[in-house]
């Protein structure tokens, strides 16, 4: 069985627990940058993850077309999703809710909220002033929780263990 990453990032944070993912994940691992990268052929494919983080209140743009493009194959899939995002409890589930289609989530063996990381050192002017204006936050900060990585891979792991 083989399982794609697909996930975008922007200051690196998505990338970095994509990569504490893959090192979790019991299948055969490709992962594709979408922002950086082109896909080949999905269906080829038994699980697919998707992950990306908040920016401005939503999930990146490629993410969105990737899911729009591909949810009728997307469906037929064992699916997992992923959020990287600094809100916590009821914002942070609004914020997943609003990034995947319902028919995906309820589609998905595994969902998880990631946490996330204000890189101030990484973003532009504008970002930082809004940053900091939204959230008061001035210097780097982190709140991924690999732990939570960790769940979400076993989810994953465990289903496609039932599956062979």
């Given at each position: 069985?083989?399982?794609?990453?697909?996930?975008?990032?922007?200051?690196?944070?998505?990338?970095?627990?994509?990569?504490?993912?893959?090192?979790?994940?019991?299948?055969?691992?490709?992962?594709?940058?979408?922002?950086?990268?082109?896909?080949?052929?999905?269906?080829?494919?038994?699980?697919?993850?998707?992950?990306?983080?908040?920016?401005?209140?939503?999930?990146?743009?490629?993410?969105?077309k990737?899911?729009?493009?591909?949810?009728?194959?997307?469906?037929?899939?064992?699916?997992?999703?992923?959020l990287?995002?600094?809100?916590?409890?009821?914002?942070?589930?609004?914020?997943?809710?609003?990034?995947?289609?319902?028919?995906?989530?309820?589609?998905?063996i595994?969902?998880?909220?990631?946490?996330?990381?204000?890189?101030?050192?990484?973003?532009?002017?504008?970002?930082?002033?809004?940053i900091?204006?939204?959230?008061?936050?001035?210097?780097?900060?982190?709140?991924?929780?690999?732990?939570?990585?960790?769940?979400?891979?076993?989810?994953?792991?465990?289903?496609?263990?039932?599956?062979?």
């Open positions: 069985m083989s399982t794609l990453i697909v996930y975008a990032t922007k200051h690196g944070t998505t990338e970095k627990a994509v990569e504490r993912l893959e090192e979790m994940l019991s299948d055969t691992i490709d992962k594709v940058n979408i922002g950086k990268e082109r896909i080949n052929n999905i269906e080829e494919y038994d699980c697919i993850v998707i992950g990306g983080s908040i920016h401005m209140g939503n999930i990146q743009k490629k993410i969105r990737f899911i729009k493009t591909n949810e009728q194959l997307l469906i037929t899939k064992k699916i997992g999703l992923f990287c995002c600094m809100r916590t409890d009821q914002e942070a589930e609004d914020q997943f809710n609003a990034a995947y289609p319902e028919i995906l989530r309820n589609q998905a595994a969902t998880e909220l990631f946490g996330g990381e204000f890189i101030i050192s990484k973003m532009s002017k504008l970002d930082k002033m809004i900091e204006k939204v959230s008061g936050e001035t210097e780097d900060s982190s709140s991924l929780n690999v732990k939570v990585i960790e769940r979400f891979a076993k989810k994953i792991n465990d289903q496609l263990v039932l599956e062979r």
